[in-house]
């Protein structure tokens, strides 16, 4: 499969990049691992009449801790991800959930930046980075602008990303200390995609109730979303298996549940249930 | 119309030049341009692995990456693994544990076992398995591969510490 010709060139810098997508007239894209866009271009799903490739960027490359936040470069590969030490000190679920992304050769190239800015409805880090209060740090034209995460995820493949604008990182909140995270999976069994992927923060008191939750699912919808309502019902209670259980049962209810070949949406919704109470055992168990 | 690009990459040790369209994919230069038929197309959409090759160190999928995007970069190949008459330590794994069949997934999975092998020569077959996740044969049910793995590591294993031993058994450190 061969996609339909375009024009390439490649950015030095992030205004370099704005400009160039100032330029192309909204046919430009911007390339890094590409691999969440040339699969689409090369079903000619997706046609892009330039393609900006911001791979050289240093500056949106790589991890650090800024406050309690840990910032993620754009341009940091899943592979990358999984090893950082600066992740696993601080933020074991990220890697967790960067391991279950595609497989080794995808993790090699994709990027942190790239998955998120591609907002495929079935992709593993939309979950992680609800359940983490994610900050997506943008440049445009206007200069930076920070958006937080369920603001910038608004449909399948769909983002409030403005057209001339850079995703350049991702900023995740480190959870309180004492909390435990978790990211679990139904991988679909052909395509490795999450049909159901939940991550779930939770800590609790001394005595035992429920000081932070926080859940995020992807898979089960045309957009990955946060469970309020079970978070909600969880916050302030103790930390038993039955509140647990009619936490879980709460999962579904703030998404809409997608249906295909492969799973109907009352299969999804019980997914939902069943990997969200999984994961809160783990995390408040 | 539009432009081509002049890409350099570094083949199997040796500098190749080619003038491309975009559009061209990494395996069509590979294959097309540069007659290197080792790497093969199976699903062509990023699944199925054959066309694994060895990227700046990592193992990509070369049907999911533009030859343009590979310029400057340095590529092997299945061909860059050894030859007939001295078979890599892969190869050798894979002739003598009967790790293929059919043979049309196996360089691209040589590849992968190659990015697997360079991080972690004591892989356990857990970490095996996750390794060959992106790369699909349809003969095998993957056993056979499996001990052609092992078998490789142990092999580089066993010829590194050799190569260790060397310089201490001639009095030379």
Same mark, same amino acid.
């Given at each position: ?9 490649? +950015?030095?810098?992030?205004?370099? +990049? ?30 892009? /009449? ?11 490359? /790589? ?25 696993? +000190? ?28 591609? +907002? ?76 159901? /992927? ?88 | 119309?539009? &432009? &081509? ?12 030049? %080619? ?12 294959? =097309? ?36 995007? #590979? =310029? ?39 590849? #992968? ?5 360079? =991080? ?27 001990? %052609?793995?092992?078998? #490789? ?21």
């Amino acid at each position: 499969m061969i996609p339909v010709s375009f024009d390439y060139v490649r +950015a030095a810098s992030i205004p370099e +990049a704005i400009q160039l997508l100032k330029n192309s007239n909204g046919e430009g894209k911007l390339i890094a691992g590409g691999h969440s866009l040339v699969p689409l271009m090369k079903f000619r799903l997706s046609n892009p /009449g330039t393609l900006i490739d911001i791979s050289d960027v240093n500056e949106m490359k /790589g991890v650090g801790i800024v406050g309690s936040r840990l910032v993620v470069g754009a341009l940091t590969t899943h592979a990358e991800v999984a090893e950082d030490t600066a992740v696993l +000190a601080h933020l074991p679920v990220l890697a967790e959930a960067a391991k279950q992304i595609g497989d080794m050769q995808v993790r090699n190239k994709g990027t942190v930046g790239g998955n998120i800015a591609h +907002a495929d409805p079935s992709a593993d880090l939309p979950a992680v980075a609800l359940a983490l209060d994610a900050v997506v740090h943008l440049t445009g034209e206007d200069g930076e602008e920070k958006v937080p995460i369920q603001e910038f995820l608004l449909g399948p493949f769909i983002t409030s990303l403005p057209e001339t604008s850079v995703v350049t990182a991702i900023s995740f909140a480190v959870p309180p200390a004492g909390t435990q995270s978790t990211y679990l999976k139904y991988f679909h069994p052909a395509s490795g995609y999450a049909v159901v /992927g939940v991550c779930a923060v939770g800590g609790k008191t001394a005595e035992g109730l429920v000081n932070h939750v926080r859940i995020g699912i992807t898979g089960a919808g045309d957009c990955a979303f946060r469970t309020e309502q079970a978070e909600k019902f969880l916050f302030g209670k103790p930390a038993t298996l039955e509140n647990i259980k009619q936490a879980a049962s709460l999962a579904a209810a703030d998404g809409d549940m997608g249906e295909d070949l492969f799973a109907s949406s009352e299969y999804r919704a019980h997914l939902c249930k069943v990997y969200t109470e999984r994961a809160l055992r783990k995390v408040l168990g | 119309m539009t &432009k &081509k690009w002049n890409v350099e990459v570094k083949v199997n040790g040796r500098v190749k030049r %080619a003038e491309v369209e975009p559009r061209l994919l990494l395996v069509h230069l590979l294959r =097309d341009e540069f007659n290197l038929t080792g790497t093969h197309i199976g699903c062509d959409t990023s699944q199925c692995g054959a066309c694994t090759v060895m990227m700046d160190g990592k193992a990509v999928k070369s049907c999911t990456v533009l030859a343009v995007q #590979a =310029d400057g970069a340095e590529i092997q190949t299945v061909e860059g693994l050894g030859t007939v008459d001295q078979l890599h330590p892969i190869q050798a794994g894979f002739w003598e544990k009967h790790g293929l069949q059919c043979g049309f997934c196996t360089p691209g999975i040589m590849m #992968a076992v190659n990015g697997l092998l360079q =991080d972690n020569l004591n892989p356990s077959e857990a970490e095996i398995r996750d390794a060959l996740d992106g790369v699909i044969c349809r003969c095998t049910g993957y056993q056979f591969i499996v001990k %052609a793995v092992q078998q #490789a590591a142990e092999t580089i294993r066993n010829s590194q510490q050799q190569s260790q031993v060397v310089p201490a058994e001639g009095g030379s450190v």
